[in-house]
């Protein structure tokens, strides 16, 4: 280093104090993940178990042959139905052990001017959860896990009957948006034999999706129309602030934006890769899980289900090495993900 006049740069050492030990970090709270919303966790006490899936025909069948059949004169015995019962299909799960973790070296902890062990901790549980969420949405994009009545893919002339085009270039003459959602609640009603109330369905999509339909001229005529719509696009307190001008619930089916983003090139390239886990024009409709929780052998109508192993739901763990002057630090998932009740739910492809 050169010789140099002491001047208001040079005499003294930099650090963080000047800017009051600032320091930016991007660690996403867990909870802020939308896959609760549509995806319903269930703790279980096995890694390994099956659950039944009930058929639905028996419980609203109505058949000429069977009103003669329940019919029950006085003064004779009680008619018998021995072939009145339902067909059931067991299913499995099988839970998988992840382990996301670091190591941290003892004098980078003492002297770092922040904590560096929570902040790790941090990232290894968003990386955990980007996993979790990146799982659930392959899953639920994957036409093969439905009915093929409960797929449409609208590049597809006549994917829906009466719905012309994609929703990006809906009009409020083509309403292609509106007939489509009304289709899928009819298609589940059906389906499900009444069993599922259309109120309880949410649409999911991506920010780069809900960007593109927020402009159709179909849901702009909406909002215009709609005597709340200069509080929406102030965004108001009674309205959410980040479905990207979409309305917080179209059409009495709420929106969710799956705003989960994954990185997809290796480290240390210059050139990083970064994507929305829920691929651009895709949109599900599913069931929202009617508590925040299931219960191991409950009921549930919900359209995807994410079985965790006991105590392994994001366990953040640390074993200090004191020979070594090291901290090892970690994230432990253990889950399966289940089609819980496909026939609740809805894929559409291509709606941009």
Known sequence: MPKVLPGAYNTFVPNAKSSGNLFVDFSRNVNDFACLRYCQPVPVQQTVGIWYQMGLDQRARITEDDSAKQLWADGTPRPKDNGNDEYFEEKSFRCSRRSYSSTLGKMTSEQAAWDERDRRSRMLAQQAMTVRTNMILAKMSDPSQYDTSHVADLSSPGAITGVTGNWAASTSARLAIRRSLNHIKNRITLDTRAAVNSDDLVLVMSPDTAEQI???????????????????????????????????????????????VKVTSQKGLVTQTASYCLPFGTVIVAHKPDSLEGVEGGRSFSTCSIQIYRDDDLAVETDDI??????????TDNFDISMTAPVTGYLLENVC
Request: net charge negative.
């Open 322 to 331: 004191r020979w070594d002057r090291l901290t090892n630090i970690a994230v």
């Open 214 to 260: 927020a402009v159709s001229q179909e849901i702009v005529e909406l909002i215009k129309q709609n005597v709340g719509g200069l509080k929406f696009l102030r965004a108001d307190d009674d309205f959410p602030k980040d479905t990207y001008g979409l309305p917080p619930r179209l059409y009495n089916t709420d929106v969710v934006i799956e705003k989960t």
